[in-house]
C-alpha cells in the first residue's frame, strides 16, 4: 500500500491520550493540521483503584474507532524517565569512526548489556569537520530498555497501530524548539549560536525539562507535576483527590482564591527552585550558554498564575506556548477540545515534526525486527503483484511458442537451416584461421624483441663479475719502504665461485632467513669507516686490553671470542659478541620470483687483537657484505641503454646477502716468502698463497691452530674462513625485460 502524505503524533499520557494528524504545507519548515483527537480517560492511570492496560485499551479503541491510520506515518512517544539519554562529547577523530567510538561508548555509559536495550544516536549539528578529520563534535545517545519497549507498543499493536517511530518524549519536544521556535540547525554560526529556549512540560506526576539553542541538547525530568498541586490542597483542606482537582482548574473561581494558592504555594516554591537549581546546574556545565525564554506547556501549565510567578523567581522572560508559529492549527482552534487543551499537544507536535521528516533530532527507538517487517509488509502488495505479472507473462508466452510449434512445418525450412548451417561452419573455421594467425604473430613480435634484447643481455653475467670484483674490499696504494703487513689487510681472498637457477628465490630465501637476519651489518658496521676506525694510524694496533699476557704473543695470550670455537657451521656469525641489530631490512619479505643464487667461499686474515671489533665476520659485513646491499658505491655497466654509466647493484638484480657459513678464526702458518707488497685486489684463486719462487706443488699454508711465533721462514696469521650468497635476478639496467612464449622467467642466454 503506497505511503500517504500525512502523519501522526500519539502521545499516551496520563490523563489522556492526545493525537495530531498533519501534512507537509505549502513552504519549508510548515504543517497543516488535518484532525486531532484528545480522549480523557475516566480516572488517572497512577491511580490505586485504575487497572492502566484497560484504561490505555479502551481509549486506543476509542481512537482507532474514531480514526483509520492505514498508509500513514505514525510516530508514538514513551515517558522520558523510561529511557536513557547521554550527550558524549567527541575528541578529534575521524568521521568514519564515529559509528565505532559511539558504540564503545554505549558500552560503557549504558548500564545493561547492548543486547537487552534498544539504542539509537544522532551526530549534533556544530563542530568542525574538514579533510575527514572531526573537531568539537558532539553525539545525544538514547537508550531504552527492550522489555519497557514491548510493554509500550503492546497495546498499540493490539490497537493495530502500525508504529513507524518511537521516541521519547523530552526529545519530541526538543524538536518542537528547534524547528518553531529557533532557527533552521543548518544556519545556526557555531561560534554565535543564539539564546537557549527553555521548555517545561508539566504532565500528572512530573515535568519534563529541556534546554536547547539548535546545536546542544540538555534535558532532565522532575518528580513535580499537575497532581503536587492537586494533593497540596487535599492535605491543607482534607478534600476528596476529585474535589480538589476540580478546585485547583478553577482556583479563580473557588469561594476563597486566596485560601486555594495559600494551599499550594508550597509547591509553586518548590517548582521554581527545582527550575532554578536545574538551570544554574546547566549554565556551570556550559559556561558560554545563554538562558533565552521560558516556555511552559501541558494542562498542568494552564494553572493560573503559575507562569507569572516562575517568571519572577526565575528573572527570566516566562510564557504559556499556546501558540505554534509553523503550525496552521486554525481549523482545530475552532473547537473546544483542542483549544482547551492546546498546551497537552506539544508533545505530538514534535512526534509529527519528526514523522514529516522535518525534526533536528532523527532517532528512533523502534526495535529493528519491526523495522524490517514494516519493510516487508510495505513491500508485500508489490511482491504479489510483480509475481502475477511474471506468471501472466509466462502463461502468454507459453501459449504463443505452443501455438507457433503447431503451425511449425520443417519442411518448409529444411534449405535454410542447411545454408544457416554451412555458413555457421564457415565462421567457425575463419574465426579459428584467424585466432591461429593472430597467435602466430604475436609469437613472432616477442621473438622479436626477446632477440632485439640479447645485444645488452649478453652483458649481463659481465656485469655482475665486474660488479662484484669491484665491491671487495681495498686497501690504499702502499708505501714501497713501507708495505703493509699481511694482518692488516683488507682484503677478501675469494676461493671458489658457483651459482645455481631457482624458478622461484623464495624458496631458497626461506631456508636462509635466520642467517640474513643475522648478517645485516649493525649500525656501526654501516658506517663507511667502520673498518678504519678499528685501525690504528700505523697499522699495528695493540689489543684493546694490554698486559703481560698480550705481550707474550700470540700463543700465549687468552683466546679470544673469535678463537672459540663456533657451536655450529652454516649460521653466520656464532659469536655471542658479533650477533647484528635487525634492522629495518631484517623485515624484508625476500625476493621475489625467478633467479640466480651466486655463491662466494673464501677467506681473509683480518682478525688480530687490534682489529676488534672489525674481525671475522663483524668485518665481512662492514665490507662485501654491505657493499652488496648497495651501500658501498656505483658500479659501471657494460651494455644496454646505460652503458658506460654507474648504477646501483640493485640496478643489476643483485640483493639480499647471506653469510651462510661461518668457521671459527683459527692460527695458520703461512710461508714468508709471499709478496706482502701488493695482494690480487681481493680476488685470490685457489693455491695463489704460495711463497714466491717456490714451484714444487705444495700449498703455502702449512700450520694448524698452534699459533706459534714466526720461525723458519713461516709466520702465523688468524685466519677466517666464511661462504657467502646472494640473489641475482639479472637485469639490463634502462631496459624492460623481454617476455617470450615458452621461456622460464628469469632465465638468461648468458
Not at 550527550?87 to 555509559?109: G, N, S, T
Not at 597467435?439 to 649481463?460: C, G, H, I, K, P
Not at 697499522?539 to 707474550?552: F, L, M, N, Q, R
Not at 721462514?713 to 635476478?729: C, E, N
Amino acid at each position: 500500500m503506497a505511503r500517504s502524505p500525512y502523519v501522526w503524533g500519539i502521545d499516551i499520557g496520563k490523563a489522556a491520550l492526545k493525537a495530531l494528524r498533519c501534512r507537509p504545507g505549502d513552504g519549508p519548515r510548515k504543517l497543516v493540521v488535518d484532525t486531532f483527537d484528545y480522549v480523557e480517560y475516566p480516572t488517572f492511570l497512577f491511580q490505586s483503584d485504575a487497572d492502566a492496560s484497560e484504561i490505555v485499551r479502551n481509549a486506543l479503541a476509542e481512537f482507532t474507532g474514531r480514526h483509520d491510520l492505514a498508509g500513514d506515518t505514525v510516530a508514538v512517544s514513551v515517558p522520558g524517565q523510561l529511557g536513557l539519554t547521554k550527550f558524549i562529547k567527541l575528541p578529534p577523530i575521524e568521521a568514519k569512526k564515529i559509528p565505532d567510538i559511539v558504540k564503545y561508548e554505549a558500552r560503557q555509559q549504558i548500564p545493561f548489556p547492548l543486547e537487552q536495550v534498544v539504542w539509537s544516536w544522532q551526530r549534533l549539528a556544530g563542530g568542525i569537520e574538514e579533510s575527514g578529520f572531526v573537531i568539537d563534535a558532539e553525539v545525544a545517545l538514547f537508550a531504552m530498555k527492550s522489555d519497557q519497549v514491548e510493554k509500550s507498543l503492546a497495546p498499540l499493536v493490539e490497537a493495530g497501530i502500525y508504529i513507524d517511530i518511537l521516541q521519547l518524549a523530552p526529545i519530541a519536544l526538543a524538536n518542537v524548539a528547534m524547528f518553531d521556535l529557533l532557527p533552521d540547525p543548518a544556519e545556526i554560526d557555531p561560534d554565535s549560536p543564539p539564546p537557549s529556549i527553555v521548555m517545561v512540560s508539566m504532565g500528572v506526576d512530573s515535568t519534563d525539562l529541556v534546554v536547547t539553542n539548535g546545536l546542544r541538547i540538555w534535558q532532565r525530568s522532575m518528580s513535580i507535576g499537575g497532581n503536587s498541586f492537586t494533593k497540596a490542597l487535599v492535605k491543607d483542606q482534607r478534600l476528596t483527590f476529585a474535589r480538589a482537582e476540580e478546585l485547583k482548574c478553577n482556583a479563580v473561581r473557588a469561594e476563597d482564591p486566596k485560601a486555594v494558592y495559600t494551599s499550594m504555594r508550597p509547591v509553586f516554591d518548590e517548582f521554581a527552585v527545582e527550575l532554578q537549581r536545574s538551570l544554574s546546574y546547566f549554565t556551570s556545565t556550559d559556561r558560554t550558554a545563554e538562558i533565552g525564554k521560558v516556555y511552559m506547556l501541558g494542562n498542568a501549565a494552564g494553572l493560573r498564575g503559575l507562569s507569572d510567578f516562575v517568571g519572577k523567581q526565575l528573572q527570566l522572560p516566562t510564557r504559556r506556548l499556546e501558540v505554534f508559529h509553523n503550525l496552521d492549527c486554525e481549523q482545530a482552534l475552532q473547537k473546544p477540545a483542542f483549544r482547551d487543551n492546546r498546551l497537552a499537544f506539544g508533545t505530538t507536535y514534535g512526534l509529527a515534526v519528526q514523522a514529516a521528516g522535518q525534526a533536528g533530532i532523527r532517532t528512533n527507538l523502534l526495535p529493528q525486527r519491526i523495522v524490517v517487517e514494516r519493510k516487508i509488509d510495505a513491500k508485500r502488495p508489490w511482491a504479489v503483484a510483480a509475481l502475477l505479472g511474471l506468471l501472466v507473462a509466462s502463461v502468454v508466452a507459453f501459449s504463443g511458442s505452443l501455438f507457433a510449434l503447431s503451425t511449425f512445418d520443417e519442411k518448409l525450412y529444411a534449405k535454410a537451416f542447411s545454408e544457416a548451417d554451412r555458413a555457421k561452419s564457415r565462421s567457425q573455421s575463419a574465426a579459428g584461421s584467424l585466432s591461429e594467425i593472430e597467435a602466430e604473430q604475436t609469437e613472432a613480435m616477442l621473438r622479436q624483441d626477446y632477440v632485439l634484447a640479447v645485444q645488452s643481455r649478453r652483458f649481463q653475467t659481465l656485469d655482475m663479475m665486474r660488479a662484484i670484483e669491484s665491491l671487495l674490499p681495498r686497501d690504499p696504494p702502499g708505501e714501497k719502504e713501507k708495505p703493509i703487513p699481511i694482518a692488516d689487510r683488507q682484503e677478501l681472498y675469494i676461493e671458489r665461485m658457483d651459482c645455481q637457477f631457482f624458478p622461484d628465490l623464495a624458496t631458497w630465501f626461506d631456508s636462509v632467513r635466520v642467517q640474513w637476519k643475522q648478517s645485516q651489518p649493525q649500525p656501526a658496521e654501516d658506517a663507511p669507516d667502520a673498518v678504519a676506525a678499528a685501525e690504528s694510524p700505523d697499522g699495528t694496533a695493540s689489543p684493546p686490553d694490554e698486559g703481560p699476557a698480550a705481550e707474550a704473543g700470540d700463543e700465549q695470550a687468552p683466546a679470544s671470542s673469535a678463537d672459540s670455537p663456533r657451536p655450529e657451521a652454516g649460521r653466520g656469525d656464532t659469536e655471542a659478541d658479533e650477533q647484528p641489530g635487525d634492522g629495518a631490512d631484517a623485515q624484508d619479505d625476500g625476493p621475489q620470483g625467478s633467479g640466480w643464487v651466486i655463491e662466494l667461499a673464501g677467506h681473509h686474515f683480518h682478525n688480530e687483537p687490534h682489529h676488534k671489533p672489525a674481525e671475522a665476520a663483524q668485518f665481512l659485513r662492514s665490507t662485501l657484505i654491505r657493499n652488496l646491499l648497495g651501500k658501498g658505491g656505483m658500479v659501471v655497466v657494460s651494455g644496454g641503454p646505460l652503458a658506460g654509466e654507474k648504477v646501483s647493484v640493485a640496478d643489476l638484480g643483485i640483493g639480499y646477502p647471506v653469510i651462510v657459513s661461518s668457521s671459527p678464526v683459527r692460527t695458520v702458518r703461512i710461508a714468508s716468502g709471499v709478496d706482502t707488497t701488493g695482494g690480487t685486489d681481493g680476488m685470490m684463486p685457489p693455491g695463489s698463497g704460495r711463497p714466491r719462487g717456490r714451484n714444487d706443488g705444495r700449498p703455502a699454508i702449512v700450520g694448524g691452530a698452534d699459533g706459534g711465533a714466526a720461525d723458519d721462514g713461516m709466520i702465523s696469521l688468524r685466519r677466517y674462513d666464511f661462504v657467502v650468497q646472494f640473489a641475482w635476478q639479472p637485469k639490463t639496467p634502462g631496459a624492460p625485460e623481454p617476455v617470450v612464449a615458452g621461456t622460464e622467467d628469469g632465465e638468461t642466454d648468458n
